[in-house]
């Protein structure tokens, strides 16, 4: 799996929009971009997935550069509960799904009241 | 709404003490994961299993074992406990369809 790096933290204003970004220059033709989220004394949380196209979900909107090189998270309106360590991996889509997950540091989101 | 439950969330072991964690889906997937997760190492994969009685090891299957005796279940199991499996285990079950893995709330384990 390709590397990522994401910020170590940010902050973000209750009800404004978080943008979280992340950089996967390596990533190849056939890796999707995946965001995951752990909020504290929690397991972690799928968010969102998307190959080459912007995604938009209940959650969350993904925006992913033309080049595929970098990607940005956008929680539109965060609240307080959005307050977690996001993680963002790249992958093959596998289809049979064996493989397990491998997580960086992630980008730990304070959403300020 | 998809559940993956786990028979604990704290637990307190000897050094030498065998150790069972439990975990339970109810979305019928074949694929379920055993994973570790530790300040500054992230979350590493232990096992996984992809069909009942099927098993693979993951990144650092060493003093773990599992068990899928039926496909809701999967079983980690520490057959001695030692001071550095000392840790937060997390349970996954996936969904193909999106390659999306769902978690349970996790074990902290503490052996002492």
């Known amino acids: 799996d390709a590397k990522t790096t994401q910020p170590t933290s940010m902050d973000c204003a209750e009800g404004r929009a978080a943008n979280l970004p992340c950089n996967h220059s390596t990533i190849s033709g056939n890796e999707y971009v995946y965001w995951y989220r752990q909020i504290h004394s929690q397991g972690p949380q799928y968010i969102i997935h998307g190959l080459k196209n912007n995604e938009t979900n209940e959650m969350a909107s993904l925006i992913i550069t033309e080049d595929r090189k970098s990607s940005t998270l956008i929680l539109p309106h965060a609240t307080l509960r959005d307050t977690a360590v996001y993680y963002c991996i790249v992958r093959v889509y596998s289809g049979g799904g064996a493989d397990g997950l491998t997580f960086g540091k992630g980008t730990h989101l304070i959403i300020q009241p | 709404d998809v559940k993956v439950t786990q028979s604990s969330r704290y637990l307190v072991k000897r050094t030498g003490e065998k150790v069972f964690l439990e975990c339970v889906q109810d979305?019928?997937?074949?694929?379920m994961f055993w994973y570790r997760q530790d300040p500054g190492l992230g979350l590493r994969l232990i096992y996984f299993s992809y069909d009942v009685k099927m098993k693979e090891k993951g990144d650092i299957p060493e003093g773990y074992s599992v068990s899928r005796e039926k496909k809701e279940r999967f079983s980690l199991i520490l057959e001695s406990a030692s001071t550095n499996q000392t840790s937060m285990y997390l349970c996954?079950?996936?969904?193909?369809?999106?390659?999306?893995?769902?978690f349970g709330p996790g074990t902290r384990l503490t052996v002492l």
């Open positions: 996954a079950s996936l969904r193909r369809e999106k390659n999306e893995q769902f």
């Open positions: 979305m019928d997937h074949e694929n």
